[in-house]
C-alpha cells in the first residue's frame, strides 16, 4: 500500500465511519469524497443509496465497488457524449481501480465476496439486515469499504503527484 496523506486517510476512516453508522458501502465510499466535488452529504447519500447490497440487494457488483466507479465518474468522467477518447480514459480507469480491487479482495461481486466470508444471506428480500453487533462481526463489508476508499484515495494521490 501506498504512503497517504493524512488528509486521504482521515477520508478512509471517514467511509468506515459511515458504514458503521449504518450508511451502504457505495453511499459510505462516496460520502467520504464527496465535498471534493462541490456536492453535499445529503446528495452523495442518495446517489450511493440504490447501489447498496450488491445494487438494491440483489448481489451484484459490491457496494463499495459502486463507490470507487461513482467516484471515478465525478473525478474524470466525459461530460460530452461524443468525446470517445474522454470516456476511454474514464473506462481505463474504472478498469484499472476495478481489477486492483478484485486482487486485494478476491471478487467486485458481492454474493461472491460474502460467499468468501460463509456469511451469505439465504433470502433474496429487498429488505436489509438489521445492523447490529452480529452483522458487523459476520460481514466483510467494513474491511471492503475501507479497501475500496484506499484504493481511490491511492489514485487521487497518485492523480495529484502526477499532475
Known amino acids: 500500500m501506498k504512503e497517504l496523506s493524512p488528509e486521504l486517510e482521515a477520508r478512509i476512516q471517514q467511509a468506515v465511519e459511515n458504514f458503521m453508522a449504518g450508511y451502504g458501502c457505495c453511499q459510505s465510499v462516496v460520502a467520504a469524497f464527496a465535498d471534493l466535488y462541490g456536492m453535499d452529504r445529503n446528495t452523495a447519500l442518495r446517489i450511493g443509496a440504490g447501489f447498496g447490497a450488491g445494487v438494491g440487494r440483489l448481489r451484484m457488483m459490491c457496494g463499495a465497488v459502486s463507490g470507487i466507479v461513482t467516484l471515478t465518474g465525478l473525478q474524470c468522467g466525459a461530460t460530452d457524449g461524443n468525446d470517445r477518447e474522454a470516456k476511454a480514459h474514464c473506462y481505463a480507469v474504472v478498469r484499472r481501480l476495478l481489477e486492483q480491487f478484485k486482487q486485494r479482495?478476491?471478487?467486485?461481486?458481492?454474493?461472491?465476496?460474502?460467499?468468501?466470508?460463509?456469511?451469505?444471506?439465504?433470502?433474496?428480500?429487498?429488505?436489509?439486515?438489521?445492523?447490529n453487533a452480529q452483522y458487523y462481526k459476520t460481514r466483510p463489508c467494513a474491511r471492503k469499504v475501507e479497501s475500496a476508499a484506499r484504493i481511490f484515495a491511492e489514485y487521487m494521490a497518485e492523480t495529484e503527484s502526477a499532475g
Open 105 to 131: 479482495n478476491t471478487s467486485i461481486i458481492c454474493a461472491e465476496i460474502l460467499a468468501n466470508s460463509k456469511c451469505l444471506p439465504t433470502n433474496d428480500s429487498h429488505i436489509p439486515n438489521e445492523r
